[in-house]
């Protein structure tokens, strides 16, 4: 479970940019809801919510364990499990309690940060997108809406849950080709709220006994 954790918060979750070698197809109705929701987002000083990170094989969740990610403009808080990442708009800070371990790093032109809408923005480029009409997500009425890469990139597909009434995401289902499976599924959400100045600082005198790596 911790190396699926560490994949993720790492922004294994959301692939990158890539050249697209086909004619991508975008259907109509998914992406006017998919611009809905990114404008309805982007719209938000900040947003918070908790969710359940679910992972397993063969399309079954075998483990799930909760987190938390507050997001104010580009910048992100992320708390799962013994992992905390903070993007303070220039840096990455992998910031692992279990090892006392401290990672840096600058995101690239071909990394995506761990974010709800990150799918919503990523599909203009990458992905076939097609709406699969409506599912129940814990008695909530969703719409459906698949992707699927335009190049390969090691996902078989992707399903978002979209609350359309309130231009929310309510879960992504991520399938791998290895027949592994990741989810995560929004539990509760807040926006606009006053936020600690320092939420998105990294402090350096709380992990003085830490290993830091900076790449």
């Given at each position: 479970m911790k190396k699926l954790v560490s994949k993720i918060v790492l922004g294994a979750f959301v692939v990158g940019?890539?050249?697209l070698v086909q004619a991508q197809k975008i259907d109509a109705k998914a992406k006017k809801i998919l611009d809905d929701i990114t404008a309805n987002y982007n719209s938000k000083k900040?947003?918070?919510f908790k969710f359940a990170f679910g992972s397993g094989m063969n399309g079954k969740v075998s483990k799930n364990e909760p987190g938390i990610y507050y997001s104010a403009g580009d910048k992100y808080k992320l708390k799962i499990m013994e992992t905390e990442q903070i993007f303070d708009?220039?840096?990455?800070?992998?910031i692992n309690t279990?090892?006392?371990e401290v990672t840096v790093a600058k995101p690239n032109a071909n990394s995506a940060m761990f974010s709800p809408i990150n799918y919503l923005t990523s599909y203009r480029n990458d992905y076939n997108v097609s709406y699969s009409g409506k599912k129940t997500v814990d008695g909530v009425s969703a719409d459906l809406i698949k992707l699927t890469p335009v190049k390969a990139n090691g996902l078989k597909y992707i399903y978002l849950y979209v609350d359309s009434a309130k231009k929310q995401m309510l879960k992504l289902e991520q399938f791998g080709n290895n027949k592994d499976i990741s989810v995560i599924s929004i539990k509760e959400y807040k926006e606009n709220q006053q936020l600690d100045p320092n939420m998105f600082v990294y402090d350096k005198n709380k992990y003085k006994n830490y290993l830091v790596t900076e790449l």
């Amino acid at each position: 479970m911790k190396k699926l954790v560490s994949k993720i918060v790492l922004g294994a979750f959301v692939v990158g940019s890539m050249s697209l070698v086909q004619a991508q197809k975008i259907d109509a109705k998914a992406k006017k809801i998919l611009d809905d929701i990114t404008a309805n987002y982007n719209s938000k000083k900040n947003s918070y919510f908790k969710f359940a990170f679910g992972s397993g094989m063969n399309g079954k969740v075998s483990k799930n364990e909760p987190g938390i990610y507050y997001s104010a403009g580009d910048k992100y808080k992320l708390k799962i499990m013994e992992t905390e990442q903070i993007f303070d708009g220039n840096k990455i800070y992998n910031i692992n309690t279990e090892d006392m371990e401290v990672t840096v790093a600058k995101p690239n032109a071909n990394s995506a940060m761990f974010s709800p809408i990150n799918y919503l923005t990523s599909y203009r480029n990458d992905y076939n997108v097609s709406y699969s009409g409506k599912k129940t997500v814990d008695g909530v009425s969703a719409d459906l809406i698949k992707l699927t890469p335009v190049k390969a990139n090691g996902l078989k597909y992707i399903y978002l849950y979209v609350d359309s009434a309130k231009k929310q995401m309510l879960k992504l289902e991520q399938f791998g080709n290895n027949k592994d499976i990741s989810v995560i599924s929004i539990k509760e959400y807040k926006e606009n709220q006053q936020l600690d100045p320092n939420m998105f600082v990294y402090d350096k005198n709380k992990y003085k006994n830490y290993l830091v790596t900076e790449l």
